[in-house]
């Protein structure tokens, strides 16, 4: 195969729904991926934060390729040990109390908000529904979850839309606190606004807003689908914040590159869905958690350490390069803006120099595998800052 007729046969068969890059990766290594012509790429995208330890980490392969051999699906009419190990090990890194399986971060979102909205009507009765979200957040593309989502462009095309979202300002309360009426039974957040533009949210607000929800028996959603599973330096983001969400999504990390998502309930949220309640058929194959598992054990103190560590590094590097304005984001989740130049310039020509580098609304969004070596984080931030400085 070679990369022009990959093209013209993506072109032909698959849905014209992505903008691709003028890419065909054949194979990976680390945080190198390979093209058909063997070209090398340094990759500060892990394909979207999901490849947490890189392309087809060897630990990784062995334990899913271990369990494809042994078993590689059942339904979840029966009982399996690698999600039973996963949910433990997930429990015992964040004191959460129980979790449920989906297969994306859209679907552990939309059972999220099924949650808070069945919390709210056994305690409360109906018709106290109503979802608070922030503008310019992002939480997937279901009917619910593109509902949520704070972005006028998702709200197009698709009507009706689902019922009960409202929207409030990031960092100002003076919006939020008369949006929180009493038929909002629950708050969903991304603690650093990933697609929305690597939009950290300050503390003091987050946890004031915690307060307001606890006061009000409102639930708080944080949606750590793109900043969980080691990407900020804790194991979830909201580690950081002082703050004790009742509901925790997950989803891209935590498969390490085979789909997955997760719910984390808090013990006030613990036993809402009950039988019947909520599934999936694939939600806890046996396969990709075994790959989870393996990636939530790496995770350990000194592994996020390290994060915290290449982080303050990749923030060293840009320092002085001329044009970056404004560097955003924690530990290795981190975006900036340039001056004259647009982050989608700025991407091109990365990728032309060897660099995948992503977009984020108008700033460059670095995501990089979480294990990447000092060497390939040094390739890869010598390739940006030579596009940096290139006017
Ligand atoms: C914060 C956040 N939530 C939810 C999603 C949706 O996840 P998925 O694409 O796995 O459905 C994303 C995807 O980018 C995300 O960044």
Redesign the pocket.
Known sequence: MDCQTLKELDARYIAGTYKRSDLCLERGEGATGYTFEGREVIDFSSG??VNSLGYSEPGWVAAITRQAVKLQHTSNLYYTQPAVELAELLIEKTGMSKVFFAN????A?EGAIKTARKYSSDKYGEGRHGILSLLHS????TMA?ITATGQEQYHKHFHPFAQGFVYGEAGNMEDIKPKLTKNICAVLI?LIQ??GGVNTLDKAFVQELAAICLKKDILLIV?E???GIGRTGTFFAYQQYGIQPDLV?S??GLGGGLPI?AILFSEKTAEVLGFGDHGTTFGGNPVVCAGGAYIVKTMDEEFLSQVTAKGHRIREALKGVPGIKEVSGLGMMLGFLHETRTASEIAEACLKEGLIVLTAKDKVRLLPPLNITGNELEKGLFILKKVLIQQ
């Open positions: 979207i934060g994306s971060g859209a679907e979102n992002f939480h997937g593309r979850t991304e990933g697609e949606d689908v793109q900043t999504t989803a891209k998502g």
